[in-house]
């Protein structure tokens, strides 16, 4: 198990570093720098968006205390 984990550690490691290398290359030889900051703006976007529907879901489905000490009673 821990040997997968590392494995797949390194994996995100190099996709990471792939990422910045294309993101760079982008910026500043390609001439797409203004479509590769709407990308990465875009996709921060929407990472934070879906963190605050994970959360605001985490918090409707949370059972209230009433709720578990009526099930606690049972």
Do not use: H
């Amino acid at each position: 198990m821990a040997a997968r984990d590392k494995a797949f550690g390194g994996l995100l490691s190099l996709i990471a570093i792939l990422l910045a290398v294309i993101y760079l290359y982008a910026m500043i030889w390609g001439g797409y720098a203004l479509l590769a900051v709407q990308v990465v703006v875009t996709i921060g976007f929407l990472v934070i968006m879906a963190m605050v529907f994970w959360m605001g879901y985490t918090i409707m489905t949370t059972p209230t205390i009433e709720e578990l000490e009526k099930r606690s009673k049972k």
